[in-house]
């Protein structure tokens, strides 16, 4: 796995999340509450970084996915054209 060339995302990120979107696809249709999807694919993120960072690490990417919360970027996704699995 390599960064692109602006050094921002990994190049398979793309892949990453178009097999994370049929996933949810998958499991909405099979009437899955999407508080249930979403918190397993949180628990599965969470158990990923864990065995791939410590705990400080870890801990701010939380940080930093809670900033954007309360900077008000859910509120421009919601307002996007839907799509599943892109928040």
Do not use: C, F, W
Request: hydrophobic share 45%; charged share 20%.
């Amino acid at each position: 796995m390599q960064l692109d060339p602006e050094g921002m995302a990994p190049e398979d990120l793309s892949h990453a999340g178009a097999i994370v979107d049929k996933a949810i696809e998958y499991m909405t249709g099979q009437n899955i509450a999407p508080i249930s999807i979403a918190s397993a694919l949180l628990g599965g993120a969470i158990g990923m970084l864990s065995r791939t960072l410590d705990d400080r690490a870890v801990a701010q990417v939380l940080r930093s996915a809670l900033a954007s919360v309360e900077a008000g970027e859910l509120d421009e996704m919601r307002n996007a054209p839907s799509h599943p699995g892109k928040l």
